[in-house]
């Protein structure tokens, strides 16, 4: 791993032109027909046989309440095998209490962001284990990652969201890692914030601290998280205690499961949708027995095994698949859609990396995927957190924003009088037409090279990961906290404390 | 520039499991809707708009057979100024002639495609000055590097043309080249070929060699090329000369404006677009009034000048509007549209040069892009041919072609009784199911990396350019020229020679 010499007056060169920095913090709408894989004969075919997988196979959920649940709605219970048969008609009355979109509030208003129709959000990456730059190479990620990427996540105006598990903090005991990352979130960031439902103690922490930002939790939801199903057909305590606390304090899951084709689920793709798709229903049905009307997205997460190496693949055609037809099903029970950004097998940022996020982000887009997680900075298959990819991503989601926005029709940008007088042979460049719009006529970009081959050459001969390495770094210098009162700020404090001491040495991990 | 070890059985190996290689030859059809962004409206008022200027402010012709045929077909000339004002009844009388779909002969008849529809056809990269590699660096192209791209053009399974103008060999008059290319491109290669429309001289020689491999030219043609419109709003010589005897000859134009926004065109979209149409629709209508029903492709080049550096930016928000509007205009007129692949301003085959690929590949096939040039290969704003991104862009053609082919959903596919024996829980790896259908059940990926870390890190940490470098030396170690009549060789051969002491000293491109 190279170390790179950092320039000073450089670095503030870079500060005073960064356009990704100027830009509104905006949620993108996407105006366009979504794009869709499945006709109206498939996706029925797909709904009755999900169905039949819930009435005839069934699916385990490995905790108590989850079980007492769903027999209090009627469907048929083994509580040996701590497994369930849910009928379609108490799925599908289930799912129809859930709200269609709804808003996520952050604890600055103006950050607050819709859920649902054709509204897109982007979100941090979660759940990487390692932390990856030029300076530091790759190391197991500490608190000090963490920090850094809420930082940035805060200061990308294209991301929706600041904190979620972005990257463990190994320097933090695990049981009390929530409450540290929690707190960062709160304080760095008043964008809205996502915190582990790992179970019953971690969310019932996650709630407390959001309730002293936020006073009460009643009205739209303020923290959430996603419920990964156990695929094949099993929900685990841990991921039903979160929903169930989650639910019932009417904030936000995300019903998730990793369905990997040839694996976790059949090697055919309509089996491996029709099995997510009987998974996300039965989380979502439960969500809507414990609360009716909280907030939850339909979430795809399914992906084929790779065939020489037996692990996940990510970025792949089968991906593009799962993701538009996940959003067909979604749309068609009327919940809002969660998708994924920057999934990729790549260990560097490079063509790779950079080709199979692509490979995610225009089918979750086209397809109309109302919340897009892992929108920034995956490597190796989500294990490490990279902060260049970080920023390549970045521009990427400013892109697809500028994109989204679409362009004007009208007599003042048809420009008849503009061309004529130019006419034949003649340039654009200096009419008055063009002066006045130069400024803001295009997506000005904060990472691509658009130099002379030589002029490039004689600056070093960079590539785009050396670039984002400038840009992050200058980002990092440049941040400052949102403002936030000193007293939330101390009763974060005293919480973590408290809980610190409370939960030292117990494992909520076991 | 890093010289690579070449290990003699590393590459065998990497022979015997070229996924890509294996990949028959088929054209994609895209049976998704169209991705669109023009509502009918803005579509009529862009229509409008480039009729005005067609009748208000004309355009040139810098040729005199062409202002005569406007001139006799109605359209108001003033020879002094080689000016025309067309009136919109004429163009859209004339364009009706055009027909919507045609086929394109390749001397293989199994490589015949379809042009239009919802078929889509990749070609390779024009124009490029350099060729670069990691052997070479970056050079002056040479006509060994013309040959290896054809070579590595005719091997790829998911290109549908071998021979373009995909480097200039600059060990070759250019007076000659195109002699040269179009014997290469017939004798390493069975695909479909295109060849430079650059004056009458050039154009008569190409269909004088395509009439040795292919006897009579009428039917379905066989050749074919670009002709740019020097925007704005001129036809200049050279091409109206390729134009005429391509059109007159029953042969393939695609009628390409560069469009640069800011420069060449109006800053804004609409006016970029509605020039791009204007000049579109003179040119098509001319082909037409040379010989109705000669086939013919309506071309977006249009994107943004970059606001720092003054050059054309490729790869931005404004090139996917302009590729999907074009699209757009295309069906409107019922004409095959002809966008754009791999355009990047890398220098390298990095993250910025995948990303901004796809920016250019996603919309062009969601938006039912006929005929993507410059689909492999193109760096550095179209200056550099590079082998390497040759291999990261086939490799993403080959998905894309994966990706539209769709997947079943049956009772087969649907997995069922499987989901239902696998239970919660359980694994899909080894059912029946699964082994039955593993082997082909996939993409195949030629390039990615999808090993764990610490063993991709111990094979040497390759970069994604590396792996490609590997590929495509394996490519031309193993190239086979497909078989050609010996007589049709030397009737090539002679030509060549013939022409070569006619054209000796002559400068074609002055």
Redesign the interface.
Known sequence: MRSMKRDRSQRRAQRLESPLLKRPFRQPRNS??P????SPE?LS??HD?SM??LE?????FLDDEALAIWEKAGAKVDHKRR?VWIDRGLIMEAIAAAPPSFTWRARNPAHNILIGENAITFGPSGGMVYAANRDIG?RAGTMEDFENFVKLSQMCPDLHFASWEQVAPHDVPSSVRHLHRLRAGFILSDKAVMEAAHGRVITSDNLEMARIVFGDLEGAPVIGDVINA?S???YDDRMLGGLISYARAGQVTFITPFIL???????????AL??QNAEVLAGVALTQLVRPGAPVVYGGFTT????????P?F????T??ALIAGAQLARHYRLPYRGSGSLT???????????????NL?PAV?AHTNLIMHAVGWL?GG??ASYE?FI?DAE?LA??A??LE?????D?????A???Q????????S?P??RD???D?????A???????ET??SAG?W???QRAHQIWTAWLDQFQPPPLDTGVQEALNDYVARRERQLEGINLYD
Chains 1, 2 share one sequence.
């Open positions: 366009m027909a794009m869709e894989i499945l498939q075919r797909l046989a039949q997988i005839v196979t069934g699916i385990d497994h790759r156990n094949p057909l099993i084709a040839g694996a976790t689920g059949p090697v055919t793709m309509a089996g029709a099995q084929n095994v790779d065939m020489k190496s037996g692990s693949a970025g792949t055609p089968e593009a698949w097998n790549a260990k560097i940022p490079d063509a790779q990396a950079a080709y199979e996020t692509m490979w225009w086209s190796d294990l490490t990819k390549i990427n892109m697809f500028h994109f679409g362009f004007t029709v009208d003042d940008t048809l420009a008849l503009s061309i004529d130019v006419g034949p042979g003649g340039h654009h460049f009419t037409h063009t719009r130069f400024q006529a295009f997506y000005q970009t990472l691509a090279d658009r130099l002379g081959y490039w050459e001969g590539d785009t990961a």
